[in-house]
């Protein structure tokens, strides 16, 4: 996945950020996010859209912090004893979201992933009243 950066307060001009799938994983983009929102936010959104899919956080912690700075990066789980997680990832400075699949996670996380995708953009789209 490539994307371009929007600019923002204090930065000058556009780059391009790229989080690329591997020989071991893939990546899907959630939304078109513009940096807007917080991370508090953001880890609201997704903690409840994952409830809502039955996924709750299992870690909670930072990818690396040279290439994405001041990123979130989260684990879900369907319940902390089931083999496999979720990844997903807030980078407000790109302003990317992704989620990260690896090929070798149990078919729940393919499925969790593939249906969180949607769920969360519909949640990030809307208010959150309308939201359910």
Aim: glycine letters at 8%; proline letters at 5%.
């Amino acid at each position: 996945m490539t994307l371009a950066l929007v600019a923002t307060s204090g930065q000058v001009g556009c780059m391009t950020a790229r989080v690329r799938d591997t020989k071991g994983s893939f990546n899907l983009e959630v939304v078109e996010v513009t940096g807007e929102h917080s991370l508090d936010e953001m880890h609201a959104a997704l903690e409840t859209v994952a409830a809502d899919l039955g996924m709750q956080f299992s870690h909670i912690t930072r990818l690396g912090t040279k290439r994405y700075p001041g990123n979130r990066h989260w684990h879900l789980k369907q319940d902390l004893k089931t083999r496999g997680c979720l990844d997903v990832t807030y980078w407000p400075a790109g302003p990317l979201m992704w989620i990260t699949i690896r090929k070798s996670e149990p078919p729940w996380v393919h499925e969790a992933g593939r249906a969180l995708q949607p769920a969360l953009r519909k949640y990030l789209r809307t208010t959150r009243t309308d939201y359910r």
